[in-house]
């Protein structure tokens, strides 16, 4: 069996500019989703004015290398390690080097520092450090990482709910649903809305977060589950609430739903939502 | 669709009278950063009977905490979740500010005190921040500087998009939601 070491600085520095691009450059099937949702939107409304200012941000944001949002978020930052890759951080911890690349794009990005050391005493880390970092496995012998900088306008509207066994699609479907309608405009609509089913209660939440790094133009690969998606979509779009809560089309930009095995005795349901501003980068080293 | 109108700071009486809840306006001149912490303190202080640091008369009161920037006078500056701020808000109008920009919803019962004071509530663009941030032509710390993204910054303004979310009679756009 090889073993495969590798420098903390790789890890660091991947981390590093994967938070710039997901920062600076809207990921490209949430900027065509806008487009197309723009190219659907009536003419000479305030709606189809307010998405054409989106895709304009988005244009400065790559041009200037700004934040596309100033919100630019706490980071959630998934490492999933090749089952055949036995890592070996020399000299380093793992956990270190994550957050010194998202300390170090922060700083060098002028991104705004939003995270706080505690959640009652509420002093701001001035890093934007620590992450909260999800380390996995996964076949090969790379390894993945992708770093996803989360609002936290839209991610004070996500809910969890542990569901009857028997409740069924239609009651998933309606937590989803009230979920957008308790939102409303307050959380920047168009949404993405990644929704977690089954596992234990924090599995849940995580498949939720997952949900969202999945391009939104890709449905989930079980015909049940992108149908589930399918059906999400559309009742959450027939709340109506369009961008800014002008009405129109665009209220929903997509749906991912994960799921994983779960007890007989319940239906674990998560929605984290997204705004519009779905920021997410990859990469593997 | 209805004409931009455009409006100059500080807001009185007579300059936001004829504005009608979904009218679009262009806004210039000054405007004060304030979110979260920054409320919490200023209401802090009217309780205690102390002296706010700024003076809040005729001023507009925009929920934001930017982005800091390298060269221009401000990174990206969007609107935060209005709705948090709302509790905090009547001691600031009762103070003489006239207008906040943010996003989303306020409560019927905030509504009703901005109508009261005959003040007026915008909402900006959201999630469009490096957009807005070319409409900021010069940005300084005014009061609690510690809070970093929360202090209290006086933006000086050209065009700033708007459109009026809660006008002086009261009228709302999200009273269906």
Known sequence: MSVRCIDPKVIENTVMDLCIEANTVLRPDILKGIEDLYQSEKDNTPAKGML?????NAEIAQRDKLAICQDTGMVAVFIDIGNDAVIQVRGGSLVEAVNKGVERSYREGYFRKSVVGDPILRDNTGTNAPAVIHIGVIDGDGIRISVMPKGFGSENKSRMAMLDPTAGTQKIVDFCVETVRIAGP????????????GGTMEECAFLAKMALLRPINEPNSKPHLAELERSIKEKTEALGIGIMGLGGNSTVLGVNVEEYPTHIAGLPVAVNLSCHAMRSATAVV | MSQMKRI?????EDNIANLKAGDEVLLSGVI???RDQAHLRMCGLIDQGEELPVDLNGQVVYYCGPAPSKDEPIGSCGPTTSGRMDRFTPPLLAKGMKGMIGKGRRSGELKGIIKKEKAVYFVAPAGAGAYLSKKVKASEVLAFEDLGPEAIRKLTVKDFPLIVAIDMEGRYIYEKM
């Open chain 1, 52 to 56: 054409k200012i989106l895709l304009e």
């Open chain 1, 186 to 197: 307050d959380a920047c609509p168009p949404y993405v809305l990644g929704v977690g089913l």
């Open chain 2, 8 to 12: 100059q700071t500080p807001l009185t």
């Open chain 2, 32 to 34: 004060l950063t304030a």
